[in-house]
């Protein structure tokens, strides 16, 4: 529950930034402005692309009380990725983002004295495929906020799910298949061409990703009893 309150403000500190740095998003707030693109929103399929970046972080969960937790050293990774658009009606539509995702983290594990054993890194390449439904408001001039949230599922692909090897050899295992969901919030903003959407997501798998130590004592693994992962996304939409 704290690492999710602490996401949050993260994800309102990170929109706050995001509003103020981009000067398309200032133009579009002009009073009575002429409006753009007024039928973008009537289609009943629409399409388009996105762009972002990612900070990932691990949630663990223990077998026993621990004196000190596993680190996770973030980094920031990128997302690209295709929309699939359903008009349900003026506030409601249905989307199928399908992307790719890379991300890069290193765990450091207390009670060794070498960084050979203590640190394992952890690339990921994620496959992912969430549905969503998004909320919007009435559209005001040429922007209109909305909220968005649903589930995925994705494919780790650097999982090392198959591997014979543990962490007692330097190999730290994922699994393969991973679901989970997301929340978040953005706004539309219609320029004369095109629509351009900012939006900040939170994202909370449900699996336990964790590929045990085929020895059930392991100093990485043993006390374990979940890792999830969780996440920020920033993704700038073109549609």
């Known amino acids: 529950m704290l690492l999710q309150n602490k996401l949050m403000k993260n994800i309102i500190s990170l929109l706050g930034l995001l509003l103020l740095a981009c000067p398309v998003i200032h133009s579009q707030f002009n009073k009575d402005p002429i409006l753009n693109i007024q039928n973008e929103d009537k289609k009943f399929l629409n399409w388009g692309y996105y762009l972002g970046f990612n900070q990932y972080d691990f949630q663990f969960e223990y077998e026993t009380d621990v004196s000190q937790d596993i680190l996770v050293d973030k980094s920031f990774g990128f997302n690209v990725g295709l929309i699939g658009e359903m008009r349900i009606n003026d506030f409601v539509d ?19 004295d070498n960084e050979a054993d203590a640190l394992r890194e952890v690339r990921s390449t994620y496959i992912r495929f969430p549905l969503l439904a998004k909320l919007s408001t009435k559209r005001f001039g040429n922007w209109k906020p909305f ?25 730290f295992r994922m699994k393969k298949n991973v679901f989970g969901y997301e929340l978040g919030f953005g706004i539309d903003f219609y320029t004369e061409y095109f629509k351009f959407t900012p939006s900040i997501r939170g994202v909370f ?3 336990d990703e964790l590929v045990r130590d085929a020895d059930p004592n392991s100093p990485w693994t043993g006390n374990i009893a979940a890792m999830r992962t969780r996440g920020i996304f920033i993704n700038f939409t073109f549609e």
């Open 205 to 207: 798998a449900l699996t």
């Open 94 to 112: 249905v989307r199928f983002e399908p992307g790719l995702l890379y991300t890069q983290r290193i765990l450091g594990f207390p009670g060794f």
């Open 147 to 171: 909220i968005i949230g649903g589930g995925y599922a994705a494919i780790n692909l650097g999982s090392n799910e198959d591997s014979l090897e543990d962490n007692s050899s330097g190999e």
